[in-house]
């Protein structure tokens, strides 16, 4: 049911490598969001975005970057992956309103080796 | 801040019966609770929310959740458990103190449902 699409969806890879995380959503929702969960762990927040040109670090530190220069786009970069990066990262979206529900991708599980 | 906390790491329960997994909430001002679920490798599934009216909200999956402002509990139920219900369970509050309105989550709770 929700239009929220992450790739890939498992990534091995090596220490050191570059990796991009894509999100996309055709809900035309302004806000997204990426969390990092540990395997049935509690999801921590790690950038949202209000809107296009608009990011924001979160809760927890990550030395993670995203971009949003389409609404609908909201990836997420690491440039040199760490053992430490492994984890799971769910890309989620909301509408503007306060009392509206996140739309959660099916998530990208990263194993850094 | 806002926050919930879920005092259970797993509930066990045989299908057929009822099930309850707890949450409480600390919140300021009025609370804007929400249920998800996440199935084995998959993203969270939105439940049910609560926002004003009536304390017992209907979810998805005959899922309902009884929200109480004197013991700050948002509890959710479910009448007669099915194995597939097995997943874990989050609560979430809307932080209304920051801009951004970010959805705050609990721990989880891992429920599973015997045959």
């Known amino acids: 049911e929700a239009d929220i699409y992450q790739t890939p969806r498992y990534l091995v890879i090596g220490t050191g490598k570059k990796i991009t995380l894509e999100c996309s959503q055709t809900m035309g929702h302004d806000k997204m969001y990426w969390y990092q969960q540990d395997p049935g762990m509690e999801l921590h927040l790690i950038h949202y975005s209000y809107g296009v040109n608009s990011t924001e670090k979160g809760d927890l530190s990550s030395e993670s970057t995203v971009s949003r220069i389409r609404t609908e786009h909201f990836p997420l970069t690491l440039e040199s992956a760490r053992p430490s990066h492994t984890s799971q990262y769910l890309c989620a979206s909301s509408s503007t309103e306060f009392n509206e529900k996140l739309f959660f991708g099916s998530g990208t599980q990263l194993s850094v080796l | 801040a806002q926050s919930v906390a879920q005092p259970e790491d797993q509930v066990n329960v045989a299908e057929g019966n009822p099930l309850t997994v707890k949450c409480t909430y600390s919140?300021?001002?009025?609370?804007?609770l929400f249920w998800y679920v996440q199935y084995p490798n998959r993203g969270l599934q939105f439940l049910l929310k609560y926002i004003t009216g009536d304390n017992l909200v209907k979810g998805s999956y005959g899922f309902e959740a009884e929200f109480n402002k004197s013991q700050t509990s948002f509890h959710l139920k479910k009448p007669s458990a099915l194995v597939s219900d097995s997943a874990l369970y989050f609560c979430a509050v809307r932080d209304l103190n920051t801009g951004f309105q970010k959805l705050v989550f609990g721990t989880g709770t891992r429920l599973l449902v015997s045959p």
């Open positions: 919140v300021s001002g009025n609370p804007y």
